[in-house]
């Protein structure tokens, strides 16, 4: 930074920064991130009419007017924050809050077998190999797919999720 510079061009530069970082992580999460109660980030406000207060972050979106992105701050209430009064450095908070999203896995585990499992049933484990417990991994997985998977997977991801259909 040029030091012909104040310090709080310099506190500006870095909230713009941060800004833009933030931007960029909510792009990825398609324009909006809602945080999950347990995860919402705590940041410092500069209220005009008061002081100083920790408010929580409860979503973060880009809404676009007049074909201009504008990064939109809500805290838990969905009271908007201004960017311009929180404190330098909390946006960063918010940005280091929101996952990485990416989308290199075609698939993820849902399950996996040990030989605790079988023990725990009353099972003796003593003998059975790598081999055979693969194979009983997959005849179970098999036979979740075959009975339970889809069923539980459109109620799960309908009902407790919200996801939405497919139009059309």
């Known amino acids: ?3 012909d510079k104040s310090i709080y061009a310099c506190y500006e530069e870095i909230k713009q920064r941060e800004i833009s ?3 960029e992580k909510v792009r990825l999460m398609k324009g909006q991130y809602v945080f999950q109660t347990l995860e919402a980030p705590c940041v410092l406000v500069n209220f005009d009419d008061g ?3 920790d ?4 979503s973060v979106e880009i809404q676009n007017v007049s074909e201009t992105e504008i990064l939109c701050i809500f805290d838990t ?14 946006i960063e908070f918010i940005t280091e809050s929101i996952p990485c999203r990416t989308f290199s896995q075609e698939s993820f585990c849902i399950s996996r077998l040990s030989r605790e499992d079988l023990d725990s049933i009353g099972f003796d484990t003593s003998d059975i190999d790598d081999k055979t417990m693969q194979r009983l991994a997959e005849k179970l997985g098999d036979d979740y797919c075959e ?7 459109e109620i799960i991801a309908e009902e407790g999720f919200n996801i939405p259909r497919k139009e059309g």
């Open 147 to 153: 009975q339970l998977f889809w069923t539980s997977l």
């Open 51 to 53: 002081p100083c207060e």
């Open 1 to 3: 930074m040029n030091k």
């Open 77 to 90: 209430f969905g009271n908007q924050i201004k960017l311009s009064d929180i404190a330098y450095g909390h």
């Open 21 to 23: 970082e933030l931007m």
């Open 55 to 58: 408010v929580r972050v409860g």
